[in-house]
């Protein structure tokens, strides 16, 4: 009975098993975040649906100044909930990160910012971090999307 216990536990330490286990907890925290991005997605499109009622049902005058980068805002943050849903399950297709889905996600939210960007209250500092951002990413995604069609 001793020599069992003790062969089970050498197995519990075993390279082969930790890499298993290590594997399976990677799975089921993807599971848990696909979940948590899902109701995350959901409450964004909710908050979408209800801003943009309110905003329809007041009488302004320049309804689309003043609410139409806002409105973009929310709807990019939706679109950017989706691309990291679409990076988790592509990692739980594939059990590998995507860099070409991050890249993108990123050039996401980076376009967003300066979507909504008010120009009056940045710096010119500000603007060329962003640029840089931007160019930095966009020559990421090309040399990605080069290389991955080389692979295929």
């Not at 007041?58 to 139409?68: I, R, Y």
């Not at 967003?112 to 710096?123: G, S, V």
């Amino acid at each position: 009975m001793l020599k069992k216990i003790f062969r089970q536990l050498s197995n519990l330490s075993s390279d082969e098993y930790f890499l298993h286990f290590t594997e399976t907890v990677e799975v089921i925290i993807s599971k848990i975040l696909s979940l948590a991005m899902i109701i995350v997605i959901m409450v964004s499109v909710c908050d979408l649906l209800i801003y943009l009622a309110k905003e329809l049902t007041n009488d302004h005058e320049n309804l689309l100044k003043d609410t139409l980068f806002v409105i973009f805002g929310l709807f990019l943050n939706v679109l950017i909930a989706l691309e990291i849903l679409e990076n988790i399950t592509a990692y739980l297709k594939k059990h590998v990160i995507q860099v070409e889905l991050v890249i993108v996600t990123s050039l996401i939210a980076v376009s967003r910012k300066i979507i909504i960007l008010d120009l009056e209250k940045k710096t010119a500092a500000d603007l060329i971090g962003l640029a840089t951002a931007i160019f930095a990413l966009s020559i990421s995604y090309l040399i990605v999307r080069y290389t991955n069609k080389d692979n295929d």
